[in-house]
Nanobody, 115 residues
Framework: QVQLVESGGGLVQSGESLRLSCTAS????????AAWYRQAPGKERELVAK???????EYANSVKGRFTISRNIGKNTLYLQMNSLRSEDTAAYYC?????????WGQGTQVTVSS
């Protein structure tokens, strides 16, 4: 059973930074796609950033230039560096990994940005 565990969320002020981590119980290199999503109250879950096994990266327009997705394959860990945080970045952040036809999800970590 694949498990994903996020950490690093918290309460910060506008303009500050946070780094989220997602540690997998398997090699993240096994994931066809590894990604970060977020869901704000009353809104649908949305893609923030993703990285393919080959290293191709994509970002949501709203976070381009501020967020950076990366991975440490040796540590089975996916990261999301979030800089210049805004109040609209407030959400629960989830990591996910696609293996075959199955998408695995972590339990989420809350990020709250006060203005």
């Amino acid at each position: 059973q694949v498990q994903l565990v996020e950490s690093g969320g918290g309460l910060v002020q506008s303009g500050e930074s946070l780094r989220l981590s997602c540690t997998a119980s398997v090699s993240i290199f096994n994931f066809k796609v590894a990604a970060w999503y977020r869901q704000a109250p009353g809104k649908e879950r949305e893609l923030v950033a993703k990285i393919t096994a080959g290293g191709t990266i994509e970002y949501a327009n709203s976070v381009k230039g501020r967020f950076t997705i990366s991975r440490n394959i040796g540590k089975n860990t996916l990261y999301l560096q979030m800089n210049s945080l805004r109040s609209e970045d407030t959400a629960a952040y989830y990591c996910s990994g696609v293996q075959g036809v199955i998408t695995y999800w972590g339990q989420g970590t809350q990020v709250t940005v006060s203005s």
